[in-house]
């Protein structure tokens, strides 16, 4: 009997730690495995029992990346269960927040991460000699999303001016023009970026799973929306439904649970080919023009694609925060004050969902009449998608098995396949 065993211990270039074991007897795939390592986090109990101002600031040390979607996300949550409104001006500070972590995470997942499977080299840092001048701006892109997050939020990470209701902060309309003006200059660096990834090579692969993400109606939403949608299959529900549509389980082989379609026992992808799968329509025509030049139009299953997704939402990520700052500049350009609404803490549940880098975000917090923490149930992007990783795993295994390809060709694909995915293996653990 012929059997090779590949195993990546600790995989590269990733947030967080996990390992890949594949098993092939006799030309056959038997196992297909990502071992995520990481040790229980425990925010849900960390939360329990405090007072609901104290949860967005815990829950932003989940993840450096995606900070600030996990404060807008329990933000969410916490004004759901209290009934609070809050203005289109703070709706949209909120938005340039997640959005900064776009730049943040799209920015050091293409170049520092993925580029480098691509290009031939271990790391982004031969890339500083070779070429100077995309080493620079790709650093660039990162750096602008660090002054948005920072400037908005008050940190490049762990926000501190979005609070329950409002922000305690603005920055002045002449800082916003400026925020515009550098968003706009960066967008030429941004097409070049979607035109650099569409030249990368990548095998055909069409995953099985089906995709998750915001929807609303003539928007490409991050966190205006209540509404997720598999795209797939059509099933639409409602945040607070969550786990009547998503069901989470265990695996022995990994510290992360898994998650799958309720109703059809599906897995499923979450991240930026999925949302543009669901808001093709409502990307900005930049975006979508640079997509079609990349060959990216829905309907597109093939999740390293994700790759070229993200560079195509970094474009319209600058056209939407420049608009927005240029807007908020105005001194009507939005309705209202962004200044935090009285907040009365009452008994209640309310789920807060986002569109973080990655995917859909989902926080789940039950209070009691003095607005202390009850419950919580915190559902990542990663912990979403591990599932549908390990099926295309074993389904672009198998295409390489049968196209003759040794082990350390499938080995360097296969960690190509997780990467492309942009996993977040420390978040995905609860």
């Keep these: 009997m012929a059997k090779t065993a590949i195993s990546v211990d600790h995989i590269a270039r990733v947030e967080g730690h996990g390992n890949v074991h594949v098993v092939i007897e006799d030309g056959e795939v038997k196992t297909v495995e990502m071992n995520v390592v990481e040790p229980a986090r425990l925010f849900e109990s960390m939360v329990k029992g405090r007072s609901f101002d104290d949860v967005p600031y815990i829950a932003s040390r989940i993840c450096g990346i995606c900070s600030s979607s996990h404060v807008v996300t329990d933000l969410l949550a916490i004004e759901q269960a209290f009934g609070i409104k809050v203005t289109d001006r703070t709706q949209a500070l909120r938005e340039l927040l997640v959005y900064g972590s776009y730049l943040q995470n799209h920015a050091t997942h293409l170049f520092v991460f993925a580029a480098p499977d691509f ?69 030429p660096f941004a097409l070049q970026t979607v035109d650099l990834f569409r030249t990368f090579q990548f095998p055909v692969l069409e995953t099985a799973g089906d995709m998750l993400a915001m929807v609303q109606a003539d928007a490409y939403p991050v966190c205006t929306s209540s509404e997720a949608s598999f795209v797939r299959s059509g099933q639409v529900f409602a945040a607070q439904d969550v786990e009547q549509a998503v069901e989470e389980y265990e695996v022995p082989h990994s510290a992360a649970l898994l998650a799958r379609v309720r109703a059809t026992g599906s897995s499923f992808f979450t991240g930026a080919l999925a949302r543009i799968n669901a808001s093709w329509d409502n990307l900005s025509k930049e975006a979508r023009v640079a997509a079609a030049k990349a060959g990216l139009r829905p309907p597109e299953y093939n999740t390293f694609t994700n790759n070229i997704a993200q560079a195509i939402e970094i ?90 390809q040794d082990a350390d060709t499938i080995r360097l694909e296969i960690e190509k396949l997780v990467r492309a995915y942009d996993p977040c293996l420390s978040c995905s653990v609860h």
């Design 119 to 187: 290009l031939g080299t271990s790391s982004i840092f031969p890339l500083s000699e070779t070429d100077p001048d995309l080493f620079e701006k790709a650093l660039g892109i990162k750096a602008l999303g660090n002054e948005l997050c920072t400037r908005i939020g008050g940190r490049s990470v762990h926000p501190i001016t979005a609070v329950v209701g409002g922000f305690t902060s603005e920055i002045s309309a002449d800082e916003y023009l400026m925020l515009a003006n550098k968003l706009e200059a960066a967008l």
């Design 315 to 404: 474009v319209d990520v600058l056209i939407r925060c420049s608009a927005l700052c240029r807007k908020l500049a105005e001194a009507d350009g939005f309705e209202g004050s962004s200044a935090p609404v009285q907040v009365v803490a009452r008994a209640g549940r309310g789920v807060g969902y986002t569109e973080a880098p990655r995917g859909a975000l989902f926080h789940d917090l039950t209070f009691d009449e003095d607005g202390r923490v009850l419950q919580a149930s915190i559902i990542t992007p990663t912990s979403l998608n591990v599932a549908n990783l390990e099926a295309d795993m074993r389904v672009l295994a198998e295409q390489l098995v049968a196209d003759g």
